[in-house]
């Protein structure tokens, strides 16, 4: 398959205005820098998928909503996390209300909610709407667990490298899911994350 070159400004360009700005905001204020900078790039990622796959001129797609999903994925490993459910579930607590404060209808706060709530789940997260599947992908595209050949990947990797050897999102969530017993059900990422940290230390 032959590749076009994306010219750097179309790849890299992020939303604009008030809500845009407030949700990268709160990432940047709340989260650790690696942290935040995955979340950039699940969004890019994930913008670049849904070009790949032409789903940017599909009714559903909504480049702003996307934005907030993606940014916002990781809040529930950030300052603000209360430690009292699974990350995943926190974190889309946190971007709900923020939403909700910003004037964002209803429906689409609850899009955005389940998009966060559920972007780690394998197997389900991209069996449901555009904006979940799209911000499932784009945070596995960026974790490494989602292979796939698109214009634009080595320029987002350029600006936002990953850090060699980097486990600030894991160790985050082990972080977190020490918290409390609600933070680790049985079956959860951040569960099998516990148990394999637990596991390291008792070698």
Not at 76 to 84: K, N, P, V
Not at 113 to 129: K, P, T
């Amino acid at each position: 398959m032959t590749l076009t070159v994306e010219p750097v400004e179309n790849v890299l360009t992020l939303p604009e205005g008030p809500l845009a700005e407030a949700c990268l905001s709160l990432a940047r204020t709340t989260e650790r820098a690696p942290i935040a900078d995955h979340s950039i790039r699940s969004f890019l990622y994930a913008r670049l998928l849904a070009e790949h796959e032409d789903s940017v001129h599909d009714s559903a797609y909504d480049e702003d909503l996307l934005f907030a999903a993606c940014v916002l994925h990781d809040l529930g490993l950030g300052s603000r996390a209360r430690g009292e459910t699974r990350f995943e579930v926190e974190g889309a607590d946190l971007a709900a209300a923020l939403l909700s404060d910003d004037g964002l209808a209803a429906p689409d706060v609850d899009r955005v909610w389940e998009a966060i709530a559920l972007h780690s789940c394998l197997r389900i997260a991209d069996r449901l709407g555009l904006l979940t599947y799209l911000t499932h992908r784009g945070v596995m595209i960026d974790v490494g667990r989602d292979a796939v050949e698109m214009d634009g990947l080595a320029i987002v990797r350029d600006v936002y490298p990953r850090p060699a050897n980097d486990n600030s999102i894991a160790d985050a969530i082990v972080a977190h899911a020490s918290r409390s017993e609600a933070c680790a059900p049985p079956g959860s990422l951040a569960a099998e994350l516990l148990r394999q940290k637990r596991a390291g230390e008792r070698m």
